[in-house]
């Protein structure tokens, strides 16, 4: 099994352009974010009934993806997996505020900013003049999010 510096270091190869990593800074968090709000779109009123009603809107398939991705995470390293583990609340949560308050049904809001983000990766990796690293291993959709971890990890001075 590879370590997260491993992995970084390897995503890294395809994302060396300023350009490329900026838009990977605006575009990797939104999928991230669609991909949760599209899962959490998902209508799941049997999961809801399992829980108290303060926490019912929690209980989605988005909810149950993230704490898949988790598995990831953990297995690269305990110390990312807590980073994303706060994200992921924030855009589960997000994305459930969104669906209770917005007129734009949330599939829809989280379609239209998965196709654009999408587009702006390609354009990205356009730039960068390389292919994207998932095409090498799909794994790495799931190493994109966390190797912008690992940055923010950096300027905070916590070792992963």
């Avoid at 300023?18 to 991230?32: E, G, R, Y």
């Avoid at 009603?53 to 704490?67: H, V, W």
């Avoid at 855009?91 to 209770?100: A, G």
Wanted: aromatic fraction near 16%; hydrophobic fraction near 50%.
């Amino acid at each position: 099994m590879k370590t997260a510096q491993e992995w970084f270091n390897e995503y890294g190869e395809s994302h060396q352009n300023s350009t490329n990593k900026l838009i990977h800074w605006i575009c990797v968090p939104t999928i991230f974010f669609s991909i949760a709000g599209l899962l959490v779109s998902i209508p799941s009123h049997s999961l809801a009934s399992l829980f108290p009603p303060a926490l019912s809107a929690y209980a989605n398939y988005g909810t149950i993806a993230i704490l898949l991705t988790c598995i990831f995470y953990f297995s690269i390293s305990s110390r990312i997996l807590i980073g994303m583990l706060l994200f992921s609340v924030f855009t589960v949560w997000m994305n459930v505020k969104i669906m209770e308050t917005a007129e734009t049904p949330l599939w829809a809001i989280s379609l239209t900013l998965f196709v654009l983000a999408w587009i702006g990766q390609f354009i990205g990796h356009k730039i960068e003049g390389k292919k994207p690293s998932f095409f090498k291993d799909i794994q790495f959709l799931l190493v994109g999010p966390a190797w912008l971890m690992g940055f923010i990890y950096k300027r905070l001075g916590i070792n992963y």
